[in-house]
Protein backbone atom coordinates (compact mmCIF):
# COMPACT_ATOMS: atom_id res chain seq x y z
CA UNK A 1 0.00 0.00 0.00
CA UNK A 2 2.83 2.16 0.79
CA UNK A 3 4.13 1.70 -2.70
CA UNK A 4 0.87 2.32 -4.11
CA UNK A 5 0.49 5.92 -1.81
CA UNK A 6 4.38 7.35 -3.02
CA UNK A 7 3.72 6.17 -6.90
CA UNK A 8 0.33 7.80 -7.29
CA UNK A 9 1.52 10.89 -5.03
CA UNK A 10 4.57 11.26 -7.41
CA UNK A 11 2.37 11.00 -10.64
CA UNK A 12 -0.58 13.64 -8.83
CA UNK A 13 1.97 15.74 -7.39
CA UNK A 14 3.93 15.73 -10.77
CA UNK A 15 0.98 16.60 -12.97
CA UNK A 16 -0.03 19.27 -10.57
CA UNK A 17 3.69 20.97 -10.77
CA UNK A 18 4.10 20.94 -14.65
CA UNK A 19 0.04 20.92 -15.26
CA UNK A 20 1.30 18.60 -18.18
CA UNK A 21 0.75 14.74 -18.94
CA UNK A 22 4.16 13.12 -19.45
CA UNK A 23 5.88 10.16 -19.01
CA UNK A 24 6.47 10.73 -15.70
CA UNK A 25 2.64 11.61 -14.69
CA UNK A 26 2.07 7.94 -16.79
CA UNK A 27 4.08 5.86 -15.26
CA UNK A 28 3.47 6.77 -11.81
CA UNK A 29 -0.22 6.86 -12.20
CA UNK A 30 0.22 3.29 -13.37
CA UNK A 31 2.52 1.92 -11.19
CA UNK A 32 0.16 3.14 -8.30
CA UNK A 33 -2.68 1.44 -9.61
CA UNK A 34 -0.92 -1.74 -9.95
CA UNK A 35 0.40 -1.60 -6.25
CA UNK A 36 -3.01 -0.61 -5.20
CA UNK A 37 -4.66 -3.40 -7.00
CA UNK A 38 -1.72 -5.72 -5.37
CA UNK A 39 -2.05 -4.40 -2.05
CA UNK A 40 -5.71 -5.27 -1.91
CA UNK A 41 -5.57 -8.68 -2.89
CA UNK A 42 -3.24 -9.22 -0.50
CA UNK A 43 -5.37 -7.51 2.42
CA UNK A 44 -8.54 -9.43 1.00
CA UNK A 45 -6.73 -12.96 1.06
CA UNK A 46 -4.98 -12.35 4.32
CA UNK A 47 -7.91 -11.19 6.20
CA UNK A 48 -11.13 -12.83 7.93
CA UNK A 49 -13.67 -10.52 8.10
CA UNK A 50 -13.87 -9.26 4.17
CA UNK A 51 -14.29 -6.05 2.58
CA UNK A 52 -18.05 -5.50 4.11
CA UNK A 53 -16.33 -2.94 7.13
CA UNK A 54 -16.56 0.86 6.93
CA UNK A 55 -13.42 0.71 6.18
CA UNK A 56 -13.44 -1.71 3.44
CA UNK A 57 -16.54 0.82 1.78
CA UNK A 58 -14.08 3.76 1.60
CA UNK A 59 -11.23 1.68 0.78
CA UNK A 60 -13.14 0.28 -2.27
CA UNK A 61 -14.66 3.79 -2.78
CA UNK A 62 -10.89 5.59 -3.12
CA UNK A 63 -9.67 2.94 -5.30
CA UNK A 64 -12.38 3.67 -7.89
CA UNK A 65 -11.68 7.23 -7.16
CA UNK A 66 -8.23 6.57 -8.03
CA UNK A 67 -8.53 4.25 -10.90
CA UNK A 68 -11.31 7.07 -12.64
CA UNK A 69 -8.38 9.58 -11.89
CA UNK A 70 -6.06 7.10 -13.78
CA UNK A 71 -7.99 6.84 -16.29
CA UNK A 72 -9.13 10.22 -16.88
CA UNK A 73 -4.75 11.10 -17.50
CA UNK A 74 -4.61 7.76 -19.74
CA UNK A 75 -7.47 9.60 -21.86
CA UNK A 76 -5.85 12.55 -22.08
CA UNK A 77 -2.56 11.01 -23.48
CA UNK A 78 -4.38 9.25 -26.12
CA UNK A 79 -6.13 12.17 -27.17
CA UNK A 80 -3.55 14.43 -27.23
CA UNK A 81 -0.24 12.94 -26.78
CA UNK A 82 2.78 13.66 -24.36
CA UNK A 83 3.25 16.53 -22.85
CA UNK A 84 -0.21 17.54 -23.77
CA UNK A 85 -1.53 20.22 -20.75
CA UNK A 86 -4.77 19.30 -18.73
CA UNK A 87 -7.73 21.48 -17.62
CA UNK A 88 -8.50 22.70 -14.69
CA UNK A 89 -11.12 19.72 -14.49
CA UNK A 90 -8.53 17.37 -14.21
CA UNK A 91 -6.87 19.03 -11.48
CA UNK A 92 -8.97 20.11 -9.33
CA UNK A 93 -10.42 15.92 -9.84
CA UNK A 94 -6.30 15.08 -9.23
CA UNK A 95 -6.48 16.65 -5.77
CA UNK A 96 -9.26 15.71 -4.71
CA UNK A 97 -8.62 12.30 -5.35
CA UNK A 98 -5.62 12.20 -3.93
CA UNK A 99 -6.98 13.67 -0.49
CA UNK A 100 -9.80 11.20 -0.38
CA UNK A 101 -7.25 8.21 -1.24
CA UNK A 102 -4.66 9.87 1.04
CA UNK A 103 -7.65 9.83 4.30
CA UNK A 104 -8.36 6.06 3.34
CA UNK A 105 -4.38 5.28 3.47
CA UNK A 106 -4.07 6.82 6.66
CA UNK A 107 -7.65 5.13 8.12
CA UNK A 108 -6.08 1.81 7.15
CA UNK A 109 -3.30 2.89 9.14
CA UNK A 110 -4.92 3.97 12.27
CA UNK A 111 -6.99 0.81 12.13
CA UNK A 112 -3.82 -1.79 11.88
CA UNK A 113 -1.92 0.17 15.00
CA UNK A 114 -5.10 0.52 16.88
CA UNK A 115 -6.87 -2.10 16.70
Known amino acids: MTFAFL ?6 VTLERFKMVGTMVLVFYTLGLLFEVAAIFMMAFSSSGGMGSWHGLIGELAFLVMLVNTVWV ?15 WLLNFTKAAYFFWVVAYLLGIILVIWF
Open 74 to 88: WSVYVRKGFDSQVNK
Open 7 to 12: SYGIGS
